[in-house]
């Protein structure tokens, strides 16, 4: 083999999908591309110990490559089940990683999923100019439904508040195996 020959090694990996846990947190930083985004992803952390959202990991020795974040129904009332939609955001997997179903896979796990929980739908954001990523959750069962101005802020790790402006499409699905929410529900008093 010469300097200028190619070698080539095909590497098997082992995807585990999961909750984050705590110990996550940091490496969700990836190695400093998304520190600004340390008290987000511990905000996140803590609403999913409380039940109220839930950070999907595609982890590859015990390290996340791959994630997407649901934010889950606020259902007050436990016999609407009108209520039971989620809301999918943040999803991402690192550029190595990329064209390899990692994110489809991550998307069909969160429907798993919603799906044994008994959420009747699912909905997510492509920003207008990202195509893939709309043609991705399409191609997943995805329909537009509308679009939003993509107007949000947080706090990064320093204090200081970012404003964000990203305008997007917003794409729902319909999970299988549930029953469409009925027109109205009666409850003995």
Known sequence: MTATEQRVMT????VIFRP???DDLPKLEWHGEYTHFR???A??????????????????NNFPIGQVFVQLANTEDIFSFANRRAYLYSLRVMDAFRGQGIGTALLQEAERILSEHGYTSMSIA???DNPSARRLYE????EVTTEDSGHWN???HEGRTRHVVE???ILEKQLRGNPPPPAQRKRGR
């Open 11 to 14: 590497l098997q990996l082992k």
């Open 20 to 22: 984050a846990r705590r």
């Open 39 to 41: 008290r987000v992803f």
């Open 43 to 60: 905000r996140a952390y803590e609403e999913q110990m409380q039940g109220k959202r839930l950070m999907l990991l595609a982890d590859v």
């Open 126 to 128: 492509a920003a207008k």
């Open 139 to 142: 191609r997943l069962g995805f």
């Open 154 to 156: 947080y706090v990064d």
């Open 167 to 169: 305008p997007c499409w």
